[in-house]
Each structure stands twice: as structure tokens, then as C-alpha cells.
T-cell receptor
Framework: AQSVTQLGSHVSVSEGALVLLRCNYS??????LFWYVQYPNQGLQLLLK??????LVKGINGFEAEFKKSETSFHLTKPSAHMSDAAEYFC????????????FGTGTRLKVLA | DARVTQTPRHKVTEMGQEVTMRCQPI?????VFWYRQTMMQGLELLAY????????DSGMPKDRFSAEMPDATLATLKIQPSEPRDSAVYFC????????????FGQGTRLTVV
């Protein structure tokens, strides 16, 4: 069964600094990987996804993530944090077989300091 | 602007009462998920449907929870009887063949059981 681990439930960065949110997955078959963002009192919205092909994927709001099979990782980065990036970020995995469950990590709350 | 609609947005009920949450998926989407979000457990997958058929409800307490899709435009999640530990935000998400495509989330139903 697949699973997702997000290291660090809370991350603080200064405005303009690099954002790095970590995600490691476990999957017995090739995974599909996603990052979602949740703003207060809102549902989740997709930031970016990896399915096949290029391992570096770009998403909305300047975020990108790199699929590293050897490290079973899919870390999310942004070169320069903005105050509006403060939110909770979720990594998710879906397996390309079986029941195609869509499983989320426990989330990382990003705080951006002025 | 297509979106997943959840009703009610907020519900306060007394312990022991029946609670029904409704979800209208985006027209044309054939996959519907129910998630529960709490501070302690994060996002838990309760159940999901494809083409109105339940594929997996292993995450749902069977003794009090039930999920159905009476038709393609309506998914329901029912709790009977409700307990204080059911207090959470319940999200519905829909998508088209949710293997590698985006899941669209509703804004959630915030349930408080007193």
C-alpha cells in the first residue's frame, strides 16, 4: 500500500528566502505524485503533479517539485517566498494500479516571516 | 465556473443526532472522494466512488458512517448516531478517472458535535 511522509509539520521562512517542503513516498508500483495547497477555511487546490516524463515539474505561483525515484522523494521548492505563500501544503500519491487510492500526507504549515 | 459544492458549510449538532452531508461533484466527473480532516489525524480517506459504485470505504467506521451516491450529481455522507469525536471538517472531492488527474475539492463541511 502506498503512503506519504511529510517531514516537518511546521516550516518558517523569511520573505524572499527559499522554500523547501519535504515529501517522501512509499509505493510498490510507479506512483503519481501531487502537491496541494490549502488556505484557511478553504478546500485543497492543486499546485502541481508528476505523472510520467520530465521529473522536474513546474506548478502555479512559482512552485516546482522534482521526482527522485532513487530517493523516493518529491520535494516542493520555491526560490523566493512571498507572504501570500503562507498556507498548509499537502503531498499526495496515487498508484497506477489497483484501486487508485489517492492518499495525502499529514501536511506542512508554511509560515512566511516579514 | 465548475466547482464541487458541499452543503451545509457548517453544522452543529447534539451527540446522538443524525447528520447528513451532501456533495455535488463537478458535472462529468466520475470519481468522488470523501475525506475527513482533523488536527490530530490530518486528511483521512473515508470512502470513494467511481461511476457511482463504492470502490473503497475501508477508512470509514462502518457502525455509524455510511456513504452513497444516489445519482451522478449527488454524494452523501451520513453519520448516525453522531459523537463528539466526529467533529471535523469533511471534504468531498471529484475528478475524472482520478489516476493521474487533478482532484477538485469542495470547501468542506465543518461539523461540530456537542
Amino acid at each position: 500500500a502506498q503512503s506519504v511522509t511529510q517531514l516537518g509539520s511546521h516550516v518558517s521562512v523569511s520573505e524572499g528566502a527559499l522554500v523547501l517542503l519535504r515529501c517522501n513516498y512509499s509505493s510498490s508500483v510507479p506512483p503519481y505524485l501531487f502537491w496541494y495547497v490549502q488556505y484557511p477555511n478553504q478546500g485543497l487546490q492543486l499546485l502541481l503533479k508528476y505523472t510520467t516524463g520530465a521529473t522536474l515539474v513546474k506548478g502555479i505561483n512559482g512552485f516546482e517539485a522534482e521526482f527522485k525515484k532513487s530517493e523516493t522523494s518529491f520535494h516542493l521548492t520555491k526560490p523566493s517566498a512571498h507572504m501570500s505563500d503562507a498556507a498548509e501544503y499537502f503531498c499526495a500519491v496515487s498508484e497506477a494500479s489497483g484501486t487508485y487510492k489517492y492518499i495525502f500526507g499529514t501536511g506542512t504549515r508554511l509560515k512566511v516571516l516579514a | 465556473d465548475a466547482r464541487v459544492t458541499q452543503t451545509p458549510r457548517h453544522k452543529v449538532t447534539e451527540m446522538g443526532q443524525e447528520v447528513t452531508m451532501r456533495c455535488q461533484p463537478i458535472l462529468g466527473h466520475n470519481t468522488v472522494f470523501w475525506y475527513r480532516q482533523t488536527m490530530m489525524q490530518g486528511l483521512e480517506l473515508l470512502a470513494y466512488f467511481r461511476n457511482r459504485a463504492p470502490l473503497d470505504d475501508s477508512g470509514m467506521p462502518k457502525d455509524r458512517f455510511s456513504a452513497e451516491m444516489p445519482d451522478a450529481t449527488l454524494a452523501t455522507l451520513k453519520i448516525q448516531p453522531s459523537e463528539p469525536r466526529d467533529s471535523a471538517v469533511y471534504f468531498c472531492a471529484s475528478g475524472l478517472n482520478l489516476i493521474n488527474t487533478e482532484a477538485f475539492f469542495g470547501q468542506g463541511t465543518r461539523l461540530t458535535v456537542v
